[in-house]
Nanobody
Framework: QVQLVESGGGLVQPGGSLRLSCAAS????????MGWYRQAPGNQRELVARISNVGLTNYADSVKTRFTISRDNVKNTVFLQMDSLKPEDTAIYYCASASNFWTLINIQTVPYWGQGTQVTVSS
């Protein structure tokens, strides 16, 4: 059974930083691509960043210069370093995984999801 458990969310002031973690189990982590998504109230869930099993990365334009996705294939964990946070980054952040890097683009086809962690950017 695949489990994805996010941590690291919280309340931060504008301009601050947070580092999200997602611990994976029940899958051959090194063979899977991983993604971070977010959903703000009233909005659709959107892809924020993704990383392939060999480290290829891709970002949404809104976060490209501020967020960094990385992975540790020994600890079966994927990270999202978020810097220069803005109020519009406030959302629930979800970790997800798929066997194919391109599958992560289409939310409807992503098979495995975590429960999410709340990120609030406010003064």
């Amino acid at each position: 059974q695949v489990q994805l458990v996010e941590s690291g969310g919280g309340l931060v002031q504008p301009g601050g930083s947070l580092r999200l973690s997602c611990a994976a189990s029940g899958l051959t982590f090194g063979s899977y691509s991983m993604g971070w998504y977010r959903q703000a109230p009233g909005n659709q869930r959107e892809l924020v960043a993704r990383i392939s099993n060999v480290g290829l990365t891709n970002y949404a334009d809104s976060v490209k210069t501020r967020f960094t996705i990385s992975r540790d294939n020994v600890k079966n964990t994927v990270f999202l370093q978020m810097d220069s946070l803005k109020p519009e980054d406030t959302a629930i952040y979800y970790c997800a995984s798929a066997s194919n890097f391109w599958t992560l683009i289409n939310i409807q086809t992503v098979p495995y999801w975590g429960q999410g962690t709340q990120v609030t950017v406010s003064s």
